[in-house]
Every structure is written in structure tokens, then in C-alpha cells.
T-cell receptor, first 115, second 109 residues
Framework: NAGVMQNPRHLVRRRGQEARLRCSPMKGHSHVYWYRQLPEEGLKFMVYLQKENIIDESGMPKERFSAEFPKEGPSILRIQQVVRGDSAAYFC?????????????FGPGTRLTVL | QKEVEQNSGPLSVPEGAIASLNCTYSDRVSQSFFWYRQYSGKSPELIMSIYSNGDKEDGRFTAQLNKASQYVSLLIRDSQPSDSATYLCAVISFQKLVFGTGTRLLVSP
């Protein structure tokens, strides 16, 4: 019973490059959430998606960041023209329904380092 | 004011003692509260949820909720070194999960 899968686990980019982070939710889960965690800080909500729909993107920076959850395939968090301040751990979580928003299962995270 | 506030710690307790972790929240209409545990370098995992005022026990863990005081706590009885981790309090606010910054717990043998 595979859990939430994220890849890559570690990603190194130079300033100005693009970063693509992938997340496959737990089997049977159709709700995906992305969070960012900076050192010594808590998890910050970024975006909530269902298949083919962005439900809540209130935590996403206005520029350079985008997310999608296509009908087929994993959810993608895309960061264009990365800057050093984007270096963080990015976690994806999934739940069975909106009603279970508090009972989320987290993936192992992608550690992004921007040089 | 932060939506969810926790003392960052570290909270140091000896093995076998009771660890008490506290959390306050600002959204008065919040109805659902959660404790997640995060080991260093790992992802958070859900350990407790509580929805009603009072206590909820699960093994060595007890969650306590006081909605009037906007306060939620987690007690860990018979603390073990393996309990050493960061404990994140989370609240559902506007249909999304809002996390505190976490309290680091250190249990010494």
C-alpha cells in the first residue's frame, strides 16, 4: 500500500532555472495539498488541488509559482526562475476528501536547494 | 497575531516523565484540531485529532481541548527517547490546515 510519493527527493537548481516537483497521492486519495517548510519554521500552506481543479491557491506566491493536478499523472508544483529564497523543503500531502482535510498523509518531501 | 502559536522549545524531559505541549489558536470558529509529529529531516505524521472540548486519550498520548480559551494541548505519558521530535499543532481554518511552528521535544535517557 504505497503512501504519498514525491520526486525528486533532492533537487539542486541555479538561480534563474526552473524547478518541477512531483507528487503522487496515496491510492484512493483525490485531494492534494502542497506546503513549504523553511528551516526553523512551520509548514506553510501553498495550494489545494483536486483532479483538474485548483481549489485554493491562497498560499501561493503571485509570481513564478504554479501548480496543477491533471486527470492523469502526478500533481506538479512548478517554480520558474528560482531564487535563493526558494530553497526549502516542499511537502505534498493527500486526503480522501475535503472533509478529511485535517487527516492528511504527507509525502517524504523534496528538498530544493538554489545555488 | 499568528493563527496558531506554539512555544518553539526545546522542551527537555527525562525518560519516563510526562511531556506537556501547548498550543493556542486565534480563529474562534475553528472546530477541528490536530497534532502532527515530525522527526528531523522527515515528513509530518498525524498522531492525534480532537474535535470536542475535554480530553481524548490514545495510548500514551492525551489531547486536551478548551475552545473557550482557544487552547489545545498534547500530553505524552512515560516519555521515551523515541518521542524526541518536533510536534506541530494544526487547526482547520477557512477549510485549510494551518500549522504552528512546532515545539521541539527532547527526551533524555
Amino acid at each position: 500500500n504505497a503512501g504519498v510519493m514525491q520526486n525528486p527527493r533532492h533537487l539542486v537548481r541555479r538561480r534563474g532555472q526552473e524547478a518541477r516537483l512531483r507528487c503522487s497521492p496515496m491510492k484512493g486519495h483525490s485531494h492534494v495539498y502542497w506546503y513549504r517548510q523553511l528551516p526553523e519554521e512551520g509548514l506553510k500552506f501553498m495550494v489545494y488541488l483536486q483532479k483538474e481543479n485548483i481549489i485554493d491557491e491562497s498560499g501561493m506566491p503571485k509570481e513564478r509559482f504554479s501548480a496543477e493536478f491533471p486527470k492523469e499523472g502526478p500533481s506538479i508544483l512548478r517554480i520558474q526562475q528560482v531564487v535563493r529564497g526558494d530553497s526549502a523543503a516542499y511537502f505534498c500531502a493527500s486526503s480522501t476528501s475535503q472533509g478529511a482535510v485535517g487527516e492528511q498523509f504527507f509525502g517524504p518531501g523534496t528538498r530544493l536547494t538554489v545555488l | 497575531q499568528k493563527e496558531v502559536e506554539q512555544n518553539s522549545g526545546p522542551l527537555s524531559v527525562p525518560e519516563g516523565a510526562i511531556a506537556s505541549l501547548n498550543c493556542t489558536y486565534s480563529d474562534r470558529v475553528s472546530q477541528s484540531f490536530f497534532w502532527y509529529r515530525q522527526y528531523s529531516g522527515k515528513s509530518p505524521e498525524l498522531i492525534m485529532s480532537i474535535y470536542s472540548n475535554g480530553d481524548k486519550e490514545d495510548g500514551r498520548f492525551t489531547a486536551q481541548l478548551n475552545k473557550a480559551s482557544q487552547y489545545v494541548s498534547l500530553l505524552i505519558r512515560d516519555s521515551q527517547p523515541s518521542d524526541s521530535a518536533t510536534y506541530l499543532c494544526a487547526v482547520i481554518s477557512f477549510q485549510k490546515l494551518v500549522f504552528g511552528t512546532g515545539t521541539r521535544l527532547l527526551v533524555s535517557p
